[in-house]
């Protein structure tokens, strides 16, 4: 008979081992990032796509030790494969963690607490949370409004496409902007995508189609294109073969896109050292304008960010994302 000390009794009871490892459905498992604790996840079931080709999608809520959901959507494709995208990151409690979660189908609503504060989060949050078709149509809850020009509930008629399997399914919806830029000129094609923090690492890109050298991507290099902070780009000194059409892509998806039309004979490349000077000193004069007004913006920012901070000491501590009536009552 084996005779264990209380040691060792001790140390079983708080060490228990399964007998085997507890295999992920499907066998991978939905969503993983490094150094991320999750502490509670709630899933919801979502039926989506044109009548004949209906899906049904399951969504996870994950709550994070950090105080944000993290939304995941899975659905199967024909062969039975499991297939996940991560949607969309809230903080909605940050930098508490989130304590308890709950979905409540009557109110269409996701409620989230940590210690001090209980949230509520509508469940489709699609105008104002998605600028833009691509983001709007990969969401379950969400469909693309092409005359309206915005994310929308979804119902039958809406632009959705939740699996990503139809390339191209918003490039109609993507207003092509014109712009008549003169020979030498700098321009910014700005592209500005609202993403969240960990979706933001996703590939952006920018292609030129052009006459000359056809459809390529642009490869950055500080003397002709430089990538803003914000994913747009600037064109140096532009001339002729910079004209054509030019494509802001997420992925293989366009987000924005700009036709530019070069006008050489407004504005000639100057040939006498004087024409050169002025041309320097209208530039000199232009940047002191970029300048002061870099520093009138830096300091309304600064501005707003503590009025920020004041707004948010004075908040209650129970305040909610949506106003709408006591699930609990």
Not at 216 to 223: A, F, M, T
Not at 286 to 306: D, G, P, S
Request: net charge neutral; with cysteine.
């Amino acid at each position: 008979m084996l005779v264990f000390t209380d040691y060792v009794l001790t140390f079983l009871q708080s060490h228990p081992l399964m007998d085997e490892a507890v295999a992920h459905e499907h066998n991978k498992p939905v969503f993983f990032k490094r150094d991320l604790i999750f502490t509670h996840l709630v899933v919801d079931k979502v039926t989506g796509g044109t009548y004949g080709q209906e899906n049904t999608y399951t969504v996870y809520y994950a709550g994070s030790l950090e105080g944000r959901v993290y939304k995941v959507v899975e659905w199967l494709d024909a062969d039975g494969v499991s297939n996940s995208e991560l949607l969309d990151v809230y903080e909605v409690t940050t930098p508490e963690p989130i304590r308890a979660i709950q979905i409540s189908k009557k109110h269409k609503s996701l409620y989230v607490s940590s210690d001090t504060r209980v949230r509520q989060v509508d469940l489709f949050m699609c105008h104002g949370r998605y600028d833009n078709c691509l983001r709007c149509s990969h969401d379950p809850y969400c469909g693309w409004d092409k005359d309206a020009n915005m994310c929308k509930p979804y119902q039958p008629g809406l632009l959705q496409d939740v699996t990503g399997s139809t390339p191209g399914l918003c490039d109609a919806s993507i207003a092509k902007k014109k712009m008549v830029v003169t020979w030498g000129q700098s321009i910014h094609l700005g592209c500005a995508v609202k993403l969240p923090r960990p979706i933001s690492l996703k590939d952006i890109t920018w292609h030129h189609y052009s006459k000359d050298k056809g459809k390529y991507q642009i490869r950055y290099r500080p003397d002709k294109y430089i990538e803003t902070s914000e994913h747009g780009l600037v064109v140096m000194n532009v001339n002729e073969a910079d004209a054509g059409r030019y494509d802001c892509k997420m992925g293989g998806d366009i987000v924005c896109s700009y036709n530019i039309t070069v006008d050489a004979h407004r504005c000639s490349a100057p040939a006498r050292t004087n024409d050169f000077q002025k041309v320097y000193s209208d530039w000199c004069h232009e940047f002191e304008k970029y300048k002061l007004a870099m520093k009138t913006w830096e300091r309304k920012q600064a501005q707003c960010a503590n009025r920020n901070n004041i707004s948010q000491q004075n908040s209650h501590p129970n305040d909610i994302y949506a106003a709408r009536s006591n699930p609990f009552v």
